[in-house]
T-cell receptor, first 117, second 116 residues
Framework: DTAVSQTPKYLVTQMGNDKSIKCEQN?????MYWYKQDSKKFLKIMFS???????INETVPNRFSPKSPDKAHLNLHINSLELGDSAVYFC????????????????FGDGTRLSIL | AQSVTQPDIHITVSEGASLELRCNYS??????LFWYVQSPGQGLQLLLK??????LVQGIKGFEAEFKRSQSSFNLRKPSVHWSDAAEYFC??????????????FGKGTHLIIQP
């Protein structure tokens, strides 16, 4: 069984559209994340989400918003897509809450390659 | 702010030769350190992690890494590489504060090429 799954694997769309990427983890983890990997393979944290508390990387445009219907899911919504949004987006999860003082390793999904035309 | 430097963008190694990938970090408190591997078109797989204790940690696929606080380094090693080790390798640091809720900080990666 896949631990962290993302859909779709590929997403091709036009500028200005609104799109969503879904993420589900079956590991029973408490914290979920979204990362962006640019064309140079650089990975950068976008969001961390735990028990309805959200930490946002200040560099992320407010066109990006995470939505968590339950503990096992953290979906990424993107409004008014721009060319610069083209990247691979990774979802990840880890055990433990924010007060656990133990940094458990993060498990990553296979990524969603977003291409903006 | 925490940061990770992987000074080698590309490394080419002959199959069967030993490998060392360098990683230096900057963090104001006890760092939690990780190495991940990414094969083409794939997600990231955890190779190994360091939280505390023995500074030499063993990982999967025959990899090991050594934490050296005095050098702020966490270099990855393998005694004999296989063609299947060709991939992108990422070093990452996580904060001890708040269980790393602010996510991992990654280096820019080292692309490993294996020569036959």
């Amino acid at each position: 069984d896949t631990a962290v799954s993302q859909t779709p694997k590929y997403l091709v769309t036009q500028m200005g559209n609104d799109k969503s990427i879904k993420c589900e983890q079956n590991l029973g983890h408490d914290t979920m994340y979204w990362y962006k990997q640019d064309s140079k393979k650089f990975l950068k944290i976008m969001f961390s989400y735990n028990n309805k508390e959200l930490i946002i990387n200040e560099t992320v445009p407010n066109r990006f918003s995470p939505k968590s219907p339950d503990k096992a899911h953290l979906n990424l919504h993107i409004n008014s897509l721009e060319l610069g949004d083209s990247a691979v987006y990774f979802c990840a999860s880890s055990q433990g809450g924010w007060d656990s003082h133990s940094n458990q390793p993060q498990h990553f999904g296979d990524g969603t390659r977003l291409s903006i035309l | 702010a925490q940061s990770v430097t992987q000074p080698d963008i590309h490394i080419t190694v002959s199959e069967g030769a030993s490998l060392e990938l360098r990683c230096n970090y900057s963090y104001g408190a006890t760092p939690y350190l990780f190495w991940y591997v990414q094969s083409p078109g794939q997600g990231l797989q955890l190779l190994l992690k360091y939280f505390s204790g023995d500074t030499l940690v063993q990982g999967i696929k025959g990899f090991e890494a050594e934490f050296k606080r005095s050098q702020s380094s966490f270099n990855l090693r393998k005694p004999s590489v296989h063609w299947s080790d060709a991939a992108e390798y990422f070093c990452a640091v996580g904060g001890a504060y708040s269980g790393g809720a602010d996510g991992l900080t990654f280096g820019k990666g080292t692309h490993l090429i294996i020569q036959p």
